[in-house]
Every structure is written in structure tokens, then in C-alpha cells.
């Protein structure tokens, strides 16, 4: 392969990946607009309710009924915790914080993975690796600034957000030693689905029709960004995509301006540089134990 051919299929990759940055924004607006008004609960049954049902028809239709066969359901069944776990308190934490320090904040999950490899795979940090940690924790200190007025504990949310998220991560690596992509997506779909269907009824809304609209574009949103991820590790490695991942976090404040009117403060735009350099450290020593879900 010819430089300018790689070089060619890297900006693709590239174009594809700040795809799912934007995507995955998105997601996270159309997610604050529906819980002013719909219980998040119900939010996150609806998303992944349409999200399985769409994930679950693409995979049977290209991989067949062996979709179905794993080594490990009850690792899977913990897979699904912990993206639930996930969902709930980013969600939850957008009821009361600003997206884009939201969205920030769950950038930590990189950090976390470098603290929680070493009890799942026995791999040790470097020196470079522990600076990003603290870094990360040192602008997660400077958005949330706990010394202040303006200080909430729904900020911790999002910061449980990036550990489950890790969890996630690790545990996702673990499952792809025996079983495909395929059938991790579509486990971890499915059992997400099955608790929150066995929770929702306590929570139960009548949306209207808008909200249905918002809450189907949400599920499809899921699997599109899951798909364009897919494909733009077919066009470059990891090092080369991981970095744009963080234009998720200006596109958040996009969002946050246009649609709620939060402008971040300086403070936090500091905070969310740390956090950026700190990602940029770890990524720059590591693969990604997963993609995101």
C-alpha cells in the first residue's frame, strides 16, 4: 500500500469517526430534551428497546441464528449492569448538569481503565500513563470545583458514568476472547432491554406523538454511530481515531448553547482541556480495550 493510499484511507477514517462524535452528541441532546419531560427511566427503555430491535434484525440477517450461542451469558448479563449503570447516571446527571461538562467528565473513562487494568489483565501503567490519570482527575476537580456555590452532587454523576463506562470496557475485552462482536452486541443488547422492561412499568408515560418521533431517532442514532465506528476502524488504527473522539465534547457544547442556552465557564473549558490531554496520553500508549456502546 502506497503512502497516499493510506494516507487516503486514514482521512476517511478520520471524517468517519468525527461522524460519530457528532452522532453521539446528537444522541446525548435529543436524551436532555426528552427527560425535561419524560421520565429517564422510560427514556432509556425506549432507546434500547428500538436500538436491540434494530442491532438484533442487522445481525440475524447477515450472521444467522449462531448469533445466539456464547460461552459466558453471565458475563455478558454483567456487561449489560454496567452499560445500564452507565446510561442511567449519565442521564440522570444531564437533569441538573450541563452537556458539554457532562460529556467531559465521562471522557475520565480512559483513566479508569489504566487504574482497573491491572486486577483484569495484570498490565501495569507507565509513568506517562499515571500523568494522564492525574491530570484527568485534576480536571475533573477543576469542572466540578467543589469549593464553590455553584457545586451540586449531580455532578458526580457522569463521573460514576466514566467508571461503569470503564467496567464496561474491560469486561467487553474479556468477553471478545471467546465470543464475536456479533454476539456481545447482541447480548448486551438484549439483557439491557429484559431489565429496564422488568423496571419501566413503574415508570410508564404516554408520550406524544413528537416524543415518539425523538425517542425512535434516539435508538436509530445508537446503531448509526455503532456502525460508522465500525467502519472507520476499516479505514485507520485506533491511535490514529481515538483523538477525534473528544470533538464529541465540543459538539456537546454546541449543543448546550443552541438548545439550553449553558455556556460554559472558563474554569470548565480548562477543566475540559485537562481531561482532553489526558485522553490524548493514554491513548497515545494503549489500544481501546472496546468500542464504545
Same mark, same amino acid.
Given at each position: 500500500?502506497?503512502?497516499?493510499?493510506?494516507?487516503?484511507?486514514?482521512?476517511?477514517?478520520?471524517?468517519?469517526?468525527?461522524?460519530v462524535?457528532?452522532?453521539?452528541?446528537?444522541?446525548?441532546?435529543?436524551?436532555?430534551?426528552?427527560?425535561?419531560?419524560?421520565?429517564?427511566?422510560?427514556?432509556?427503555?425506549?432507546?434500547?428497546?428500538?436500538?436491540?430491535?434494530?442491532v438484533?434484525?442487522?445481525?440475524?440477517?447477515?450472521?444467522?441464528?449462531? !448469533?445466539?450461542?456464547?460461552?459466558?451469558?453471565?458475563?455478558?448479563? +454483567?456487561? $449489560?449492569?454496567? =452499560?445500564? %449503570?452507565? /446510561?442511567?447516571? #449519565?442521564?440522570?446527571?444531564?437533569?441538573?448538569?450541563?452537556?458539554?461538562?457532562?460529556?467531559?467528565?465521562?471522557?475520565?473513562?480512559?483513566?479508569?481503565?489504566?487504574?482497573?487494568?491491572?486486577?483484569?489483565?495484570?498490565?501495569?501503567?507507565?509513568?506517562?500513563?499515571?500523568?494522564?490519570?492525574?491530570?484527568?482527575f485534576?480536571?475533573?476537580?477543576?469542572?466540578?470545583?467543589?469549593?464553590?456555590?455553584?457545586?451540586?452532587?449531580?455532578?458526580?454523576?457522569?463521573?460514576?458514568?466514566?467508571?461503569?463506562?470503564?467496567?464496561?470496557?474491560?469486561?467487553?475485552?474479556?468477553?471478545?476472547?471467546?465470543?464475536?462482536p456479533?454476539?456481545?452486541?447482541?447480548?448486551?443488547?438484549?439483557?439491557?432491554?429484559?431489565?429496564?422492561?422488568?423496571?419501566?412499568?413503574?415508570?410508564?408515560?404516554?408520550?406524544?406523538?413528537?416524543? !415518539?418521533?425523538?425517542?425512535?431517532?434516539?435508538?436509530?442514532?445508537? +446503531?448509526? $454511530?455503532?456502525? =460508522?465506528? %465500525?467502519? /472507520?476502524?476499516? #479505514?485507520?488504527?485506533?491511535?490514529?481515531?481515538?483523538?477525534?473522539?473528544?470533538?464529541?465534547?465540543?459538539?456537546?457544547?454546541?449543543?448546550?448553547?443552541?438548545?439550553?442556552?449553558?455556556y460554559?465557564?472558563?474554569?470548565?473549558?480548562?477543566g475540559?482541556?485537562?481531561?482532553?490531554?489526558?485522553?490524548?496520553?493514554?491513548?497515545?500508549?494503549?489500544?481501546?480495550?472496546?468500542?464504545?456502546?
Open positions: 500500500m502506497t503512502f497516499d493510499h493510506r494516507s487516503h484511507r486514514h482521512v476517511i477514517g478520520m471524517w468517519l469517526m468525527a461522524g462524535a457528532l452522532v453521539f452528541a446528537s444522541h446525548d441532546a435529543i436524551s436532555k430534551t426528552l427527560i425535561f419531560s419524560l421520565p429517564v427511566i422510560f427514556v432509556a427503555w425506549a432507546r434500547y428497546l428500538v436500538h436491540s430491535a434494530l438484533t434484525t442487522v445481525i440475524l440477517r447477515s450472521k444467522g441464528e449462531k !448469533v445466539f450461542h456464547t460461552r459466558r451469558p453471565w458475563l455478558h448479563l +454483567l456487561r $449489560a449492569v454496567c =452499560l445500564l %449503570a452507565d /446510561s442511567l447516571t #449519565f442521564l440522570f446527571g444531564l437533569t441538573h448538569v450541563p452537556i458539554a461538562e457532562s460529556t467531559a467528565l465521562v471522557f475520565l473513562a480512559p483513566a479508569f481503565v489504566t487504574i482497573l487494568s491491572p486486577f483484569f489483565f495484570g498490565i501495569k501503567a507507565d509513568r506517562l500513563q499515571w500523568l494522564s490519570v492525574v491530570l484527568g485534576i480536571g475533573v476537580l477543576v469542572i466540578i470545583n467543589p469549593a464553590s456555590d455553584s457545586f451540586t452532587l449531580w455532578m458526580l454523576f457522569p463521573l460514576a458514568t466514566a467508571l461503569f463506562f470503564a467496567l464496561y470496557q474491560l469486561l467487553t475485552q474479556l468477553a471478545s476472547e471467546t465470543d464475536s456479533s454476539v456481545c452486541s447482541f447480548y448486551v443488547g438484549v439483557f439491557s432491554t429484559l431489565i429496564l422492561s422488568v423496571i419501566v412499568p413503574f415508570y410508564w408515560a404516554h408520550p406524544d406523538w413528537l416524543q !415518539v418521533g425523538l425517542l425512535l431517532v434516539l435508538g436509530g442514532l445508537g +446503531l448509526c $454511530a455503532h456502525f =460508522l465506528m %465500525a467502519q /472507520s476502524y476499516r #479505514f485507520a488504527s485506533s491511535s490514529v481515531l481515538a483523538p477525534l473522539g473528544y470533538l464529541q465534547i465540543i459538539f456537546a457544547t454546541i449543543y448546550g448553547i443552541l438548545l439550553f442556552g449553558n460554559p465557564v472558563a474554569s470548565s473549558v480548562f475540559i482541556g485537562l481531561i482532553f490531554i489526558s485522553g490524548l496520553l493514554v491513548y497515545g500508549r494503549r489500544q481501546p480495550a472496546a468500542a464504545a456502546q
